[in-house]
C-alpha cells in the first residue's frame, strides 16, 4: 500500500471516528451510497431506453 492510500485511510478513520465494524458501514454508505444510487438510475435508464421522468410515446 502506497504512503498516499495510507495517509487517506486515516484521515477516513479520524473523520468518521471508526472505532468499530459499525462505524465502517456507515462510513462506506455516506462515501459510496450516492455513487451506487446514480449507477442504478442509469441502469434503469438504459434498460427502460429513457430518463427518470422522461416521456416515451410507447404506441407500436
Known amino acids: 500500500m502506497t504512503e498516499g ?3 487517506t485511510i486515516q484521515q477516513l ?3 468518521y471516528d471508526i472505532e468499530a465494524a459499525r462505524d465502517i458501514q456507515d ?3 455516506d ?3 450516492g455513487t451506487i444510487k446514480e449507477m442504478m438510475e442509469a441502469e434503469m ?3 427502460l431506453g429513457c430518463g ?3 416521456r ?3 404506441s407500436d
Open 5 to 7: 492510500k495510507r495517509a
Open 56 to 58: 416515451v410515446d410507447r
Open 27 to 29: 462510513a462506506l454508505k
Open 52 to 54: 427518470k421522468s422522461e
Open 31 to 33: 462515501l459510496l451510497g
Open 45 to 47: 435508464d438504459d434498460h
Open 13 to 15: 478513520l479520524q473523520e
